[in-house]
């Protein structure tokens, strides 16, 4: 909703006249310090049922520290818009290890979004990244909980939304048993990509958008991220992919690795790729964190916040070393 509702409009109906859409399932990302009742209309009337929040944090002291400050009542009210317009699976982003957060912050967060009846969360680790994002140069590092305390709040929200009808949904993400994504989980279905968990089979992704990011079995390809030069391009019917790279084989049989141990707990693993990774494999068999029965290698239900880890292993162009972007803790 960073656009007008009647941008957004427009872009449903180009969207229906260029494909063949009928009975498409339309989810919507939104800011809810943004959302109007006109957005609301706008939404019922494209016929959108999923919807995602950023709400991030309940908590006035977190939300003034990170720049998103927003009321228990404009998320009241923007729910309400929501379910009213035909929203019915709702996931909230919420987050931990932010400025400031404590432990009973983070608590009175969960229990708010229990209560504002998500069907769906996704619990996400605040990523200090201000090399790359800029705007996070004004948030004091020094503010940040630290690893153990960031570890014991992810261990506190997988606790404790599981404790209240949740199932887990691989390591970040939850939802109620009637969720599209809880019945995915269930019946084996689950899918991962680089946008996270989803119950979407599709092994196409097609971005749509300057910098938007598409997705093919053999290729990942990046549109041009200058907005003036994607237009220019996209108007002369030109391909506006500016950056992209060829799956190879191994690429895409590791690539199925990674998204069975996140979303099963589960992979075959070839012999020839066992054998180089069981040295750094070891660690975690060591803790039944993981086990091996042959070739199949599972991640065990106290392994369960290390899946991000152990999933890693198979990425063969992960340094380990690496500390461009966010890790895992």
């Known amino acids: 909703n960073a656009i007008y509702p009647s941008e957004f409009l427009d872009l449903i109906d180009a969207?229906?006249?260029?494909?063949?859409?009928?009975?498409?399932?339309?989810?919507?990302?939104l800011d809810p310090r943004t959302m109007s009742a006109e957005w609301a209309k706008a939404i019922g009337a494209a016929g959108v049922t999923r919807a995602s929040m950023g709400v991030q944090t309940f908590a006035p002291h977190c939300q003034k520290a990170i720049g998103?400050?927003?009321?228990?009542?404009?998320?009241?009210?923007s729910t309400d818009w929501l379910r009213?317009?035909?929203?019915?699976?709702?996931?909230?982003?919420?987050?931990?290890?932010?400025?400031?957060?404590?432990?009973s912050d983070l608590e009175d967060s969960l229990e708010n979004t229990r209560l504002f009846g998500a069907e769906r969360v996704a619990l996400f680790g605040y990523a200090?990244?201000?090399?790359?994002?800029?705007?996070?140069?004004v948030i004091d590092a020094e503010a940040l909980p630290g690893p153990e305390l960031r570890f014991e709040m992810a261990q506190f929200g997988h606790q404790y939304f599981t404790s209240n009808r949740y199932q887990a949904i691989g390591f970040d993400h939850f939802a109620l048993p009637h969720d599209p994504m809880a019945i995915a989980a269930r019946e084996g279905t689950l899918r991962r990509n680089f946008?996270?968990?989803?119950?979407?089979?599709?092994?196409?992704?097609?971005?749509?958008?300057?910098?938007?990011?598409?997705?093919?079995?053999?290729?990942?390809?990046?549109?041009?991220?200058?907005?003036?030069?994607?237009?220019?391009?996209?108007?002369?019917s030109l391909l506006?992919?500016?950056n992209g790279i060829n799956r190879a084989e191994i690429d895409q049989m590791l690539g199925q690795v990674i998204e069975?141990?996140?979303?099963?707990?589960?992979?075959?693993?070839?012999?020839?790729?066992?054998?180089?990774?069981?040295?750094?494999?070891?660690?975690?068999?060591?803790?039944?964190?993981a086990k091996l029965s042959g070739l199949e290698l599972s991640i065990t239900e106290q392994g369960r916040p290390y899946a991000r880890v152990i999933a890693s292993i198979f990425d063969r162009f992960r340094l380990p070393d690496q500390t461009r972007f966010s890790s895992a803790v």
């Open 68 to 77: 998103r400050e927003q009321s228990d009542t404009v998320i009241w009210r």
């Open 128 to 137: 200090h990244v201000p090399r790359i994002v800029k705007r996070q140069a």
């Open 15 to 29: 969207l229906h006249g260029a494909f063949s859409a009928d009975g498409a399932e339309l989810s919507i990302e």
């Open 195 to 236: 946008q996270g968990f989803t119950d979407d089979a599709s092994p196409v992704l097609i971005g749509m958008g300057a910098s938007a990011i598409s997705v093919f079995p053999a290729l990942i390809a990046q549109n041009e991220k200058n907005s003036g030069r994607y237009r220019m391009l996209a108007s002369q």
């Open 260 to 289: 069975q141990l996140l979303c099963h707990g589960h992979a075959r693993i070839s012999p020839c790729q066992l054998a180089q990774r069981r040295a750094s494999l070891q660690p975690f068999l060591d803790r039944e964190l």
């Open 84 to 103: 009213n317009s035909g929203v019915t699976s709702l996931n909230f982003d919420l987050m931990y290890g932010l400025p400031h957060q404590t432990m």
């Open 240 to 242: 506006t992919a500016s």
